[in-house]
């Protein structure tokens, strides 16, 4: 289930569907069947729109926003039991580099807004996860701990879960840790929504503190890769919000 919905996720999203949509539009652009031949021109149009839509400035600052703005910044002192849940992201071992610098961009945010969490409470602990990504030889989990402890974080105040794949099997990995007792909740403001989803599914008390903000309002003319990237980080929340919905009717339904 884990690698069928990250396959059905990767076909929805810009560029794999409009590379898709040109593959189509080559094969058919030779037919000599009318019917087909429109088809193939159809399919080139809509993988040309979408490429430009989604690189476009506004188009990708709505995306995001629109999730983003669901909840702010987390300014809060952590009061009582102190947990700060660190969701994973990615990373890339380099031999000679610091656990920091093996960090993507998205997990460094992530877990630079997790220590601010930490110094914001008591004897808090700092959970981190993520597997390895099937192709490396040290889970994520373990370098974002490492990484925590370049950052100042004591080792003993840290818990690894290093076997969760996604945002479901984390939620499900600190309910057997943490039970019911609130905590707060750090990831990218584009994945808050569905994570607030998730965790509160559980019956668990997520106080959300987002951060790697990405909706950037520009000039409309502007088209990059940047847009594109932003957008296609928004689409993926949204595909993934749409799962969710999905699997509860399914669930209900039965």
């Given at each position: ?6 396959i059905?996720?990767?076909l929805v999203?810009?560029?794999p ?7 189509i539009?080559?094969?058919l ?12 021109r159809?399919a080139?149009?809509?993988?040309i729109a979408?490429?430009?839509?989604t ?7 709505y995306l995001a926003?629109s999730?983003?703005?669901?909840y ?29 610098q093996?960090l ?7 877990l ?8 914001l409470?008591?004897?808090c ?6 597997w390895?990504g099937?192709n490396?030889?040290t ?6 701990a490492q990484?925590?402890?370049?950052l100042?974080i004591p080792?003993k105040s ?6 969760p794949?996604d945002?479901i ?12 007792q609130?905590f707060r ?5 584009t ?10 599914a559980l019956g668990m008390?997520?106080?959300a503190a987002?951060t790697?903000?990405i909706a950037?309002?520009?000039?409309w ?11 296609q ?12 919905w999905?699997?509860?009717l ?5």
């Amino acid at each position: 289930m884990f690698w069928l919905k990250k396959i059905l996720s990767q076909l929805v999203m810009p560029i794999p569907l409009s590379i898709m949509l040109l593959v189509i539009a080559a094969v058919l652009w030779r037919t000599k069947r009318t019917r087909l031949l429109q088809f193939g021109r159809i399919a080139l149009v809509a993988a040309i729109a979408l490429l430009v839509l989604t690189s476009q400035a506004k188009v990708s600052y709505y995306l995001a926003d629109s999730l983003e703005s669901q909840y702010q910044v987390n300014h809060q002192p952590i009061t009582g039991a102190c947990v700060v849940m660190v969701l994973g992201s990615g990373n890339r071992e380099q031999q000679g580099h610091t656990a920091v610098q093996q960090l993507s961009s998205t997990a460094l945010a992530r877990l630079t807004e997790g220590v601010r969490q930490f110094s914001l409470g008591q004897h808090c602990t700092l959970v981190v996860s993520g597997w390895s990504g099937g192709n490396q030889p040290t889970a994520h989990a373990t370098i974002m701990a490492q990484a925590a402890q370049e950052l100042g974080i004591p080792k003993k105040s840290i818990t690894v879960f290093n076997q969760p794949k996604d945002t479901i099997e984390e939620a499900n990995a600190l309910k057997q840790f943490l039970g019911t007792q609130p905590f707060r909740l750090v990831t990218s403001a584009t994945h808050m929504p569905r994570s607030m989803r998730i965790f509160n599914a559980l019956g668990m008390q997520p106080q959300a503190a987002p951060t790697d903000f990405i909706a950037n309002s520009s000039d409309w003319w502007r088209l990059n890769a940047d847009n594109l990237l932003d957008s296609q980080r928004a689409i993926h929340e949204y595909v993934g919000i749409l799962w969710l919905w999905v699997k509860d009717l399914l669930v209900n339904n039965h």
